[in-house]
Each structure stands twice: as C-alpha cells, then as structure tokens.
C-alpha cells in the first residue's frame, strides 16, 4: 500500500513505495551521480571525498549525505572511512559514538552503576541490622 511521503531531496510529495523516501525524479538523479562516483572511485582509488566532489562538481553537502545514508564509500582526507556516531549520525573520528553522546550513553551508565551500588549498600544494611538484631537478642538470652 503506498504512501504519500516527502522526498527527502526536493521535498516534492510523491508516492512512496519502500527504501529510502526519495521521490522517483531524485533517485534517477541519485543514480546518476553514484554511477560517476564509484566509476571515478575505481578510475583513482581512495581518493578523498573533497576531491571527488571538485573533480565531479557535485556539492561536498550531497555526497556527504549519501555517504551518511550508506549509499555511497568514500575515503575522508585522512584515507580511512567516514563513521557516524550509531545514536545521532553526528560524524566521527573512532569508536561507535560521538562525544556527545558517549558521554550522556556513560551517565547512564555511572547512574545505573550509582543505582545498583546503592541497592548493595541498602542490602548490606539491611543484614548489619538484622545481626545487630540478633545479637541483642542473644545478649537479654
Ligand atoms: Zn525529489
Ligand atoms: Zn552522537
């Protein structure tokens, strides 16, 4: 059953059918341009995207964007792969996130650590009282 989306290129309402929400017009456009890309790619391997983007004339903003949805491999300056962070999609250096969210994904978890060792604490309490108990009991014996 297909619905009416927005594409996501030129923001026309088109009939949506499944993939990416890209209207018909954009993806032959789309097309287009991935197949100069990788033919570029293969004729200059790991050739950085900035290069690729003034050697083709394409905005560095459009291959990005394909670079982001996973459509398009293309090396940064540096000559490895862009990644992006796996929460935001913020681009990144290393590891699976960006700092922003590495450092709201390890609050959590200092805040559940926090939560655990407090429940250890209480339950250790708990038993001090419980001893403290019996050994008064012990004691008026
Ligand atoms: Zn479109
Ligand atoms: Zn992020």
Do not use: W
Not at 27 to 35: K, Q, S, V
Not at 84 to 92: P, R, W
């Amino acid at each position: 059953m297909p619905e009416l989306k927005n594409c996501r290129r030129c923001n026309k309402v088109f009939s949506f059918v499944a993939g990416l929400p890209i209207c018909p017009s954009c993806t032959r456009e789309d097309e287009r341009i991935f197949d100069e890309v990788s033919m570029y790619i293969r004729d200059n391997p790991g050739v950085p995207l900035t290069v690729v983007s003034k050697e083709l004339k394409i905005s560095y903003d459009k291959l990005m964007k394909y670079v982001k949805e996973g459509r398009l491999q293309i090396r940064s300056e540096s000559g490895a792969f862009y990644k992006f962070c796996e929460k935001c999609g913020e681009m990144i250096m290393h590891g699976k996130f960006c700092k922003k969210c590495e450092r709201h994904i390890s609050t959590v978890l200092d805040v559940s650590k926090k939560s655990l060792q407090d429940k250890i604490m209480e339950s250790e309490r708990n038993k001090g009282d419980y001893r403290f108990l019996a050994h008064d009991k012990d004691e008026k014996k």
